[in-house]
């Protein structure tokens, strides 16, 4: 009888643990990482870009970025880099307006699988300064903005209405001739098509 119950008691410990082990390993799998193919380096174009803040709206003919992306990363978090690189024929209200960035490069951050086009990832750009400046105009914010990037298209939409509104907020010292004040939301809208067009997969 002592035989029998040992045996039982150490099929009951084997069983535990290869049911620990198990959940342990399928934990692990559930969790993933987000991936992106090729990855590396990229360029994305742009047509028309604007910006704006308050009652100001700037429109650019064209505008370009620079960046890299990372093969792999767990939780999707500075997962990219993006750099503008270039803003082409500015213009507000008929008058020439030039476009400043602060630090570069800005963080690209993988947030989730867009709820209402499944092609789509949404993503924020974190650590941005952006400044636009023309006649009696000279506007400067911080913050993050709010885009998705589009699986099926290869292109990068930042501002669509989609999105959550810009986080990047005038700071003290802008002043536009009472167009922009302090505290006022500055938006950049623009579609960038990236080459190589990548492809970004989300944790399973």
Known sequence: MRLLLRRAAMSGVALVAVLGVSGTSASATASGTWTVSPAGSYIGNAGTTTLGGG??????????????????????????????????????????????????????NLLQRNASNPSRIDVSISGVTLGMSGTGCSVTGTGTLYGQYDNT??????????????????????????????????????????????????PA
């Open 55 to 108: 009652t100001l709206t700037v429109s650019c003919a064209s505008s370009r970025i620079t960046g890299s992306l990372l093969a792999s990363d767990a939780d999707g978090l500075a997962a990219g880099t993006l750099m503008p690189s270039m803003f082409s024929a500015c213009t507000a209200s008929g008058g020439a307006f030039s476009i400043s960035v602060g630090p570069t490069p800005w963080k690209v």
């Open 153 to 202: 298209t290869g292109q990068l939409l930042i501002g669509p209405t989609t999105a959550p509104a810009s986080q990047v907020l005038a700071g003290a010292g802008s002043s536009c001739l009472g167009r922009v004040n302090p505290g006022d939301a500055l938006s950049l809208k623009a579609t960038y098509t990236l080459t190589p067009k990548q492809t970004i997969t989300p």
